[in-house]
T-cell receptor, first 112, second 116 residues
Framework: QQQVKQSPQSLIVQKGGISIINCAYE??????FPWYQQFPGKGPALLIA?????SEKKEGRFTISFNKSAKQFSLHIMDSQPGDSATYFC???????????FGKGTRLSVIA | GAVVSQHPSWVICKSGTSVKIECRSL??????MFWYRQFPKQSLMLMAT?????????EQGVEKDKFLINHASLTLSTLTVTSAHPEDSSFYIC????????????FGSGTQLSVL
C-alpha cells in the first residue's frame, strides 16, 4: 500500500517559472516530511524538510507548504533553472528509528 | 554537512557470483543505516534497516539469505548480493542519519550493479 502519493509524475517548466510538486499522505502518525533531489546515477540529496507544527518553510528558492488537515504538502521551486532539472521525491516518516516512505517521484525538466 | 560514502559506484559481475557493497559514514557515527533499491525511473524501495551490532531488519519480500547485510561498526555497513542473477541488476543506495531514524538522512552516491 502506497502511503505517500506524489504528483505529477513529470513536469516541464519554463526557465524562471515556478515548479510545484504535490504529495499526500495517509498515515496521521507521520511527523517528518522531507524533499529529496536526485540526479541520474546519483543518490538522493536532502533539499528541505518540514514538521507539522509549521505551515510553511522556505530555504532559498525552495519552499514547502504543509496542510495538516488535508494531509498534503508541496514543494515550490521559485525562479526554476535548467540546473534544477532532476527527479524530486517527497517522503514521510514517524520520528524515531523508522525509515522514510518515499513518493514515486517527479521528473522535472526546466527548459530555457 | 554529513557525508555518506558508498563503494563501488558501479560493478559488473557474472551470474552466480557475489558482490559486496560498502557504505561508510565519514564524519559521524550511524547506529542505523538503511539500504534501498531503485529500478530505472522508479522510486526508492527500502530493502532493510541495518543496526550496528545486531541483525538487519528486512522488508517483506526481500530475501535475507540473498541480500546479506552486516553493520559491524558505527561507520560501516555492507550489503552482499549473493549468487547474483540478472534480475538483481539494479541501483543500490545506502543511507545513514546523524540523529538516528529518518531525520536528516544522508544518502550514498549509489552502486549500479549489472549482472551478466
Amino acid at each position: 500500500q502506497q502511503q505517500v502519493k506524489q504528483s505529477p509524475q513529470s513536469l516541464i517548466v519554463q526557465k524562471g517559472g515556478i515548479s510545484i510538486i504535490n504529495c499526500a499522505y495517509e498515515n496521521t502518525a507521520f511527523d517528518y516530511f522531507p524533499w529529496y533531489q536526485q540526479f541520474p546515477g546519483k543518490g538522493p540529496a536532502l533539499l528541505i524538510a518540514i514538521r507539522p507544527d509549521v505551515s510553511e518553510k522556505k530555504e532559498g528558492r525552495f519552499t514547502i507548504s504543509f496542510n495538516k488537515s488535508a494531509k498534503q504538502f508541496s514543494l515550490h521551486i521559485m525562479d526554476s533553472q535548467p540546473g534544477d532539472s532532476a527527479t524530486y521525491f517527497c517522503a514521510a516518516s514517524v520520528t524515531g528509528n523508522t525509515p522514510l516512505v518515499f513518493g514515486k517521484g517527479t521528473r522535472l525538466s526546466v527548459i530555457a | 554537512g554529513a557525508v555518506v560514502s558508498q563503494h563501488p559506484s558501479w560493478v559488473i559481475c557474472k551470474s552466480g557470483t557475489s558482490v559486496k557493497i560498502e557504505c561508510r559514514s565519514l564524519d559521524f557515527q550511524a547506529t542505523t543505516m538503511f539500504w534501498y533499491r531503485q529500478f530505472p525511473k522508479q522510486s526508492l524501495m527500502l530493502m532493510a534497516t541495518s543496526n550496528e551490532g545486531s541483525k538487519a531488519t528486512y522488508e517483506q519480500g526481500v530475501e535475507k539469505d540473498k541480500f546479506l547485510i552486516n553493520h559491524a561498526s558505527l561507520t560501516l555497513s555492507t550489503l552482499t548480493v549473493t549468487s547474483a542473477h540478472p534480475e538483481d541488476s539494479s541501483f543500490y543506495i545506502c543511507s545513514a542519519s546523524e540523529r538516528g531514524g529518518a531525520e536528516k538522512l544522508f544518502f550514498g552516491s549509489g552502486t549500479q550493479l549489472s549482472v551478466l
